[in-house]
């Protein structure tokens, strides 16, 4: 279900030969003519888009089985800004997040979101982690899997649960069916070796590194197994490595129904626009009965929007406020008009998954179910999520199914990784206190274990990923970071606070279609978020 609405176009090229060194020292100052001689040297292409015209393609091929570093190899895609500067700081890897992300577009974007004085100190670097979108073999254990109309996600009968049990079965199934030689070395251990063979493929000593979301714990992974490889490490949106990853889908369900709440306020407050009324509570109460006017008799022609689908489309919401205007506007429609619409645009837009969602899916369960302990028992599932259910109803089960196939996985569980680290340079981390997708937490729990860290956090802030969004305070820190290598340093738990951005207004809503905000050109959002937000995408 992790949709991203920015479309990467260009073509993976693999590289001719073995990729040779390029200078990425520490605050290293190269003339021009020196750092592209040698980066000549690099087989990149061109891979130009319209939003991002310098960007440049190429892969890498490493081991699928490290133990076995001779054995069966595969291709990961990259992409990259290259620097401009005579001050040249090195590769700077993006990732964001899912798992499951795809972070070829992400570099683009990163580059051009940067101060240009900062951007072009470095070599911006995404890629497509293994199994994701352009590298090979990309994963896809069951196409269609989210097709509509879905089982009720509430199991309120035996039917409805047995329903749901066969559906997350049959997707473990397929999986261990399909990839059954695969499937044991997709897992964060894996990946973050697979991001120290792009570091020598770029020839770089060190790496710079700036990951959203699970690129959080991916990144502070790589600093526990590669510390003395870690140059600068900025994490924004900070999963807690504490509770990876059954206890952080619970955490999840609380934080979701909080920001859903969050939804409905907002909506009361701008009565005037949606006359749905100017008690949250009740406005709420309106949504439930749709919600379950939607599990009987799901709306819409070709596509269907039933109690499921509805959900999957009000999640992208907890993730991003500037969604809320879309969603109103479609929540007023069924409601006021009895016209159901924009309720499905709506679904299409945010929610319905293609083949980019069903890869996405893929490596997400893939690598979650893999990389720590699921419960086996559904009795135990089925306690758990009854108990959050009855205080947090919102997503609870839908998060549930979500994640269900870890219970039935084909491969044995890891242990997860104690990131505990004080062997790091200084580190910046970024969290947004109402933050749904990885509650603030988890960036308190982050900042505690990496001794040499700093934390900026963004007061009263509820959407998922926060720098390069159009918060000048959190970016102002963010380029000082990069350029200078210099962290904010507070005498309490927090070291630096920032104002969040003002909520949206409902002018938005009066746009054609909520495709624009998912399509928006880098800087021509009020907020600077849409863009973001749509590369990060949702469950992630």
Not at 359 to 378: E, F, H, K, L, M
Request: with cysteine; charged share 20%.
């Amino acid at each position: 279900m992790r949709r991203s609405a920015a479309v990467f176009c260009g073509a993976t090229v693999v590289l001719a030969g073995t990729l040779t060194a390029v200078p990425a020292n520490a605050s290293a100052s190269h003339s021009t003519n020196t750092v592209q001689a040698a980066a000549a040297k690099v087989t990149w292409k061109k891979c130009a888009t319209a939003d991002y015209p310098t960007l440049q393609c190429a892969s890498v091929r490493v081991p699928l089985n490290y133990a076995k570093p001779s054995g069966k190899k595969i291709t990961l895609a990259l992409s990259r800004v290259p620097h401009t500067a005579k001050k040249y700081q090195g590769p700077l890897l993006v990732n964001p997040g899912g798992p499951g992300g795809s972070g070829l577009t992400l570099a683009g974007f990163v580059a051009s979101s940067l101060p240009k004085k900062v951007a072009a100190q470095y070599d911006v670097i995404g890629f497509d982690p293994r199994g994701v979108g352009k590298s090979t073999p990309a994963l896809d254990c069951k196409p269609g899997y989210f097709n509509p109309v879905r089982p009720d996600s509430v199991p309120s009968t035996s039917a409805i649960e047995k329903a749901n049990l066969k559906r997350a079965q049959s997707f473990a199934k397929a999986c261990g069916s399909k990839y059954k030689d695969v499937l044991p070395y997709i897992n964060t251990i894996s990946a973050v070796k697979d991001l120290d063979s792009i570091r020598k493929a770029l020839g770089a000593k060190k790496i710079n590194y700036f990951g959203y979301s699970y690129g959080t714990y991916l990144g502070a992974v790589y600093a526990k197994l590669y510390p003395e490889r870690v140059r600068r490490l900025v994490l924004d949106s900070i999963v807690d490595p504490t509770g990876v990853w059954y206890e952080d889908n619970l955490d999840q369900d609380y934080a979701f129904d909080k920001r859903h709440k969050a939804l409905m306020a907002w909506i009361a407050k701008h009565n005037s626009t949606y006359k749905l009324g100017t008690d949250p509570a009740k406005i709420e109460a309106k949504w439930y009965a749709m919600r379950a006017e939607l599990a009987k008799k799901p709306v819409g022609g070709r596509v269907k929007v039933g109690a499921s689908e509805l959900e999957d489309t009000f999640t992208p919401g907890g993730y991003y406020n500037g969604y809320w205007p879309f969603l109103a506007k479609a929540f007023a429609a069924y409601v006021g008009d009895k016209n159901a619409d924009p309720l499905v645009e709506a679904y299409q837009n945010f929610a319905a998954v293609d083949a980019s969602g069903d890869n996405g899916y893929s490596i997400y369960t893939s690598v979650q179910c893999r990389d720590a302990s699921w419960p086996r028992d559904w009795k135990k599932w089925t306690k758990d999520n009854w108990a959050v259910y009855k205080k947090a109803p919102f997503m609870t089960w839908n998060n549930a199914w979500y994640n269900a196939p870890c219970a039935f996985w084909p491969t044995k569980s890891l242990k997860p990784v104690n990131v505990a680290n004080s062997k790091l340079p200084p580190v910046l981390l970024f969290q947004a206190t109402d933050d749904a997708a990885t509650p603030y937490q988890g960036g308190v729990t982050l900042h505690k274990l990496l001794k040499k860290s700093s934390l900026v956090v963004e007061q009263g802030g509820g959407n998922h990923g926060i720098t390069l969004s159009g918060n000048t305070c959190l970016d102002k820190y963010l380029a000082t970071y990069l350029d200078k290598g210099k962290v904010p340093r507070g005498s309490g738990k927090v070291d630096a606070v920032c104002k969040k951005l003002p909520d949206p207004k409902p002018q938005a809503a009066q746009q054609n279609s909520a495709q624009s905000t998912l399509s928006t050109a880098p800087g021509a959002a009020a907020t600077g978020g849409d863009t973001l937000h749509g590369i990060l995408g949702f469950r992630g």
